[in-house]
């Protein structure tokens, strides 16, 4: 099966950002995870944040579902805290999202925003500080 979609990803600061883009599949989705578990190592067991883009986002197939629960898990245990879901109100996308991902797992908190400004000013409050001044990496 070929993957399906795409995403730009970088760090700045304890900020890992990810850009959306597309109608997702499983295959997409296990690319996504491996490309942030070998981002997240870089955090080297400090608390961090996490912010999405789901503007270009399309959906995704049933598959990529189980995928994103066990990543879920895994940076929730690797010291994510805080998620910033950056979209315009879609119920498609805030129901698949919930199913993904809760609101709140111990000292994880989920968010969603409709703007890239109301989610920097939430995560500066939490304590994670965006420069804005970012190399942006290529997904693989």
Known sequence: MHAHGDFDMWVDNQVLLARIKGQWNGEMAAHYSKRMKE????????????????????????????VINELVAWVIEHGLTRTAQVFKASMLKKSQ?????????????????????EAFFWLEQEGFN?????????SA
């Not at 993904?100 to 994880?108: C, W, Y």
Request: glycine share 6%; net charge negative.
């Open 39 to 66: 981002l997240v190592h870089g955090f080297n067991g400090q608390t961090w944040a996490h912010i999405v883009y789901l503007d270009d986002w399309e959906l995704g197939t049933p598959d990529l579902e189980p």
């Open 97 to 117: 999202m919930d199913r993904m991902v809760k609101e709140r797992i111990g000292d994880f908190e989920r968010r969603a925003f409709a703007t890239e400004d």
């Open 130 to 138: 965006v420069e804005k001044q970012v190399l942006i990496l290529k």
